[in-house]
């Protein structure tokens, strides 16, 4: 069974930055996409990035391009996503997912989460001062 565990939430000050971490164990191969997504209350569900894994580059929401990078250690089996600048808008439920790799793909600046079937249980993010 994939078992996703998010880790690194908390909370900052405007402008700060932040690390999330996802270990993603027993996914069936080693080729497929992980993803980040966010949510806050009372909102949508929002793509922020995706990578494949192991040796892809990551792509991001138009939101956070430029503030947000993800990677990967595939020895750990971790994906990360480093975030920087942040803005109170940022504040949400933030989910690491995996799924295959036709998963990895964005539509007009949004990350798409269609193919992402297997969800972490989310770290909070808060931006505030």
């Known amino acids: 069974q994939v078992q996703l565990a998010e880790s690194g939430g908390g909370s900052v000050l405007p402008g700060g930055s932040l690390r999330v971490s996802c270990t993603i164990s027993h996914y069936p191969g080693s080729n497929y996409c992980a993803g980040w997504f966010r949510q806050a209350p009372g909102q949508e569900r929002e793509g922020v990035a995706a990578i494949s894994v192991p040796n892809g580059s990551g792509f991001y929401a138009d939101s956070v391009a430029g503030r947000f990078t993800i990677s990967q250690d595939n020895a750990k089996n971790t994906v990360y996503l480093q975030m920087n600048s942040l803005k109170p808008e940022d504040t949400a439920m933030y989910y690491c997912?995996?799924?295959?790799?036709?998963?990895?793909?964005?539509?007009?600046?949004?990350?798409?989460?269609?193919?992402?079937?297997?969800w972490g249980q989310g770290t909070q993010v808060t931006v505030a001062s």
């Open positions: 997912a995996a799924g295959p790799k036709w998963a990895c793909m964005s539509v007009r600046g949004t990350v798409m989460s269609d193919g992402f079937m297997n």
